[in-house]
């Protein structure tokens, strides 16, 4: 079946422009996530939706980001007002499930990534 | 706080050879998963093995085996008959499942495996 899509897969912005990076999660996963991935940094957990519950936010690195689920499927994540460290790929993952208490595998599965440029 | 620590950030190995990949970690949580993923060129994620932490068994996937040693907090990938399309960035991860947090994972730096022909 079809993975995880991303869009677009590549973005060259200007310094203070708003952009916005689309995610499909695979049809039937609850959880959807956003992570950050920068030489810098490494990978970065940014926001996780799972099903209905408020989105858990911890790892916005400011109030610039924001991103918002629709119809617990499709997923877009907000940079307003870009800054140069923004530049990085931004990858979006999906699983099953998600409850509390249960480490199950519920792998994440990763999309290609939006890799971000910010002139 | 978790913390994931890979101490190699490049290896090689020759072809056909096994090679382990050393992930430790670091967390207070009884309940925890440990994952590790491959990074091609390409650059998308692929998941490649599971070790939950309750699990009495190192769990394997055809050519990946974990090595879990719970007590010394570590979580090796062994790669046996290493093949030329190993060649990639190769991540250990954890998820904490019994805090107040969310299920996200927290990645270590990566080890840059490179198979020689």
């Known amino acids: 079946g079809a993975g995880v899509s991303q869009s677009p897969s590549n973005k060259v912005t200007e310094k203070g422009k708003d952009v916005e990076l689309r995610c499909d999660p695979i049809?039937?996963?609850?959880?959807l996530y956003w992570y950050r991935q920068s030489l810098g940094q490494g990978l970065e957990f940014l926001i996780y939706?799972?099903?209905?519950?408020?989105?858990?936010k911890s790892g916005l690195p400011s109030d610039r980001f924001s991103a918002e689920r629709t119809g617990g499927s499709v997923s877009t994540l907000t940079i307003q007002r870009t800054q140069q460290e923004d530049s990085a790929v931004y990858l979006c993952a999906s699983s099953f499930g998600g409850e509390r208490g249960r480490p199950d595998s519920y792998e994440q599965y990763f999309g290609p990534g939006t890799r971000l440029t910010v002139t | 706080a978790q913390k994931i620590t890979q101490t190699q950030p490049g290896m090689f190995v020759q072809e056909k050879e096994a090679v382990t990949l050393d992930c430790t970690y670091d967390t207070s949580d009884p309940s925890y998963g440990l994952f590790w993923y491959k990074q091609p060129s390409s650059g998308e994620m692929i998941f490649l093995i599971y070790?939950?932490?309750?699990?009495?068994q190192n769990a394997t996937e055809g050519r990946y085996s974990l090595n879990f040693q719970k007590a010394r907090k570590s979580a090796n990938l062994v790669i046996s008959a290493s093949q030329l399309g190993d060649s990639a960035m190769y991540f250990c991860a954890m998820r904490d499942a019994s805090g107040a947090g969310s299920y996200q994972l927290t990645f270590g730096k990566g080890t840059k495996l490179s198979v020689i022909p």
């Open positions: 939706f799972q099903g209905n519950s408020a989105p858990d």
């Open positions: 070790q939950g932490s309750y699990d009495q």
């Open positions: 049809s039937g996963h609850t959880a």
